[in-house]
């Protein structure tokens, strides 16, 4: 077990993220995206609706002058060119995008997404002025082997490798237990604290403190409106990243809405 040893920043507002995978109808998005910007209040977390490339520009509409911010799900790596099917960073960003998802383990399992594009797609991000939430996280298999530390690291430095500290100053790193994910099994809150507090205190080890401290780590994996209060009270969740229950407006509403002590005095 890494023992919490947490500097908390007052860089590191809640940030609560939807992922809408591969979801929803033009009217669906603008339905939901609408019913999500009525529920945020003025003082919560940060928000973020990531969604699917074909609704960008109507959720951005619909949450236009609000807190509420629009991501994408993936990148390609590459500025424009011959990459049928792909979308690139600067394409987000021109259709409304201030964030975007990088590493998703459905893109590592489904669509062969290694750390090294994940490298790559991170600084096409960066340049574009995107805010990056990078995903990491180990299967089932890996924790049974007692092999979760050596995964999260591995995909961690990868990531990373060849930035600099200042460079990695606006990144969100999402930590997502593939086995926690779409599957109703949560991650107790302190088996998640405790990957927190690794990936905390590798970044300080491998990268730089000052940036380990500021940096934003959410949770996903099943999280619902009956278990983020749990998760927000411990000290090194900073937010989380939510797909299915992103899909429905006042459980997602509800989320944005945790109350945990620990998670309110964070919000100043
Ligand atoms: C996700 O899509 O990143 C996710 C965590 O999904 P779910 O909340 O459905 O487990």
């Known amino acids: 077990m890494e023992d919490s040893a947490v500097m908390t920043s007052p860089l590191r507002k809640p940030f609560i993220a939807g992922n809408w995978k591969m979801h929803l109808t033009l009217a669906e998005s603008l339905a939901l995206a609408k019913e999500v910007r009525s529920g945020c209040g003025q003082n919560g977390p940060d928000v973020a609706l990531c969604v699917p490339f074909t609704a960008i520009t109507v959720v951005a509409g619909a949450v236009q002058g609000s807190s509420v911010l629009v991501g994408g799900q993936d990148l390609h790596w590459e500025a ?19 964030t975007v ?7 590592r399992r489904c669509f062969g997404e290694t750390d090294e594009t994940v490298n790559k797609k991170l600084k096409a991000a960066l340049g574009a002025g995107l805010v990056p939430i990078v995903c990491v996280g180990e299967t089932l298999d890996e924790r049974e082997a007692q092999k979760t530390y050596r995964v999260i690291e591995t995909q961690v430095r990868g990531a ?4 600099s500290p ?5 990144v969100v790193v999402a930590y997502e237990p593939v086995w926690a994910i779409g599957t109703g099994k949560t991650a107790a809150p302190a088996q998640a604290q405790d990957s927190h507090t690794f990936i905390r205190k590798l970044v300080a080890r491998a990268i730089d403190e000052k940036l380990a401290a500021g940096m934003r780590i959410l949770y996903g994996g099943s999280v619902k409106a009956d278990n983020i209060d749990s998760l927000m009270a411990e000290p090194d969740l900073d937010g989380a990243l939510v797909g299915g229950e992103s899909l429905k407006a006042a459980n997602f509403v509800r989320i944005i809405q945790f109350k945990t002590q620990a998670g309110m005095e964070r919000k100043a």
């Open 160 to 163: 990373f490798a060849g930035f």
């Open 80 to 98: 424009q060119g011959a990459f049928t099917g792909e979308v690139s960073a600067r394409q987000l960003a021109d259709a409304g995008c201030r």
């Open 101 to 107: 998802v990088i590493g998703h383990s459905e893109r």
């Open 166 to 170: 200042a460079e990695l100053g606006t």
